[in-house]
């Protein structure tokens, strides 16, 4: 086919509750709360295969929660939600305070290591 690499977007939810609240990285288990994390954990390996066949590099990235403007804006993610509430109400209460995510600003901003 002539490619060098394939890319897939996948998630970062792949790795579901990391143990004891310690932040994930490439080699923590897979651990999926969702169907959608296990679809995505599945094409991650079909992915793979692909790759081998066509002998091209399978580059997957884990992405986080992407935010900011979109001609589709969604309100549902949390940190929008946030921003709404904050501009709309000029108060923003939050409920936990050890809750955390991870966010991705500008996922075109981000480069992979070579």
Same mark, same amino acid.
Do not use: W
């Given at each position: 086919?002539?490619?060098?690499?394939?890319?897939?977007?996948?998630?970062?939810?792949?790795?579901?509750?990391?143990?004891?609240?310690?932040?994930?990285?490439?080699?923590?288990?897979?651990?999926?709360?969702?169907?959608?994390?296990?679809?995505?954990?599945?094409?991650?390996? %079909?992915?793979? $295969?692909?790759? *081998?066949?066509?002998?091209? /590099?399978?580059?997957?990235?884990? =992405?986080?929660?992407?935010? #900011?403007?979109?001609?589709?804006?969604? %309100?549902?993610? $949390?940190?929008? *939600?946030?921003?709404?509430? /904050?501009?709309?109400?000029?108060? =923003?209460?939050?409920?936990? #305070?050890?809750?955390?995510?991870?966010?991705?600003?500008?996922?075109?901003?981000?480069?992979?290591?070579?």
């Amino acid at each position: 086919f002539g490619f060098e690499k394939l890319l897939f977007a996948s998630t970062y939810s792949v790795y579901g509750i990391a143990p004891n609240g310690e932040p994930v990285n490439e080699e923590t288990p897979l651990n999926p709360q969702s169907l959608y994390a296990e679809s995505k954990i599945a094409a991650e390996g %079909f992915i793979k $295969i692909a790759a *081998q066949e066509i002998h091209c /590099a399978p580059l997957i990235f884990r =992405l986080a929660t992407l935010f #900011g403007v979109s001609p589709r804006m969604r %309100f549902d993610l $949390i940190i929008n *939600q946030f921003v709404l509430e /904050a501009f709309s109400q000029s108060e =923003l209460l939050i409920f936990h #305070g050890d809750y955390s995510r991870s966010f991705v600003p500008n996922v075109i901003a981000f480069r992979p290591c070579e």
